[in-house]
């Protein structure tokens, strides 16, 4: 249970897709982590790659070991990862005035884009969040610079809510109604 996404029991059974499997994290995973974060394609529009010495010292043992972080699995081995949040109410981009709503996020490795690997993970985890967060609107926040994320996003049933300036660049916000 947390209290970042209520009533939740974490972790909960691995998801399985077509071709993947959405789990918690494991020891194996770290040196994916690392490049992950430290990708300068992935960093492209998430404010740039971090230096890899610098992940490793700050990247624990198993990483993203906390609720609401699915590593992505494809043949045993981790491709990216999908992760839901309560969004700070003291950033731009809300559904309600207090903020706290479900935020969809995603990373994966570049090796495993252009394949549909991401829609297909984050339709399963969405279906999840809909079983278990019944009525709750999930939304998601990109670059508009972004346009595979924005094609996604559409993709996944998420609509336009409001644009924004947030860390140097031009956000789209969107929504997926609780009912889709």
Not at 80 to 108: K, N, S, W
């Amino acid at each position: 249970m947390t209290a970042e996404l209520g009533d939740v029991t974490w972790p909960p059974a691995p998801i399985t897709t077509e071709r993947l499997v959405l789990r918690e994290s494991e020891a194996r995973d770290r040196p994916a982590f690392i490049e992950l974060f430290a990708s300068p394609e992935v960093g492209t529009y998430i404010g740039g790659a971090r230096p890899r010495d610098e992940i490793r010292s700050a990247v624990p043992e198993v990483p993203g070991r906390r609720p609401g972080v699915f590593v992505v699995d494809l043949g045993g081995a981790m491709i990216g990862m999908v992760t839901f949040v309560r969004r700070d109410a003291q950033r731009p981009g809300h559904l309600r005035p207090d903020g706290g709503e479900i935020e969809l996020g995603y990373l994966f490795l570049p090796q495993a884009w252009g394949r549909g690997y991401a829609a297909e993970a984050c339709a399963a985890a969405l279906d999840w969040c809909a079983g278990v967060l019944p009525g709750e609107p999930v939304v998601l926040c990109t670059r508009t610079a972004n346009g595979r994320a924005l094609r996604l996003a559409s993709k996944l049933g998420f609509t336009e809510v409001e644009r924004y300036e947030e860390y140097g660049a031009e956000q789209w916000f969107g929504v997926r109604p609780a009912d889709a």
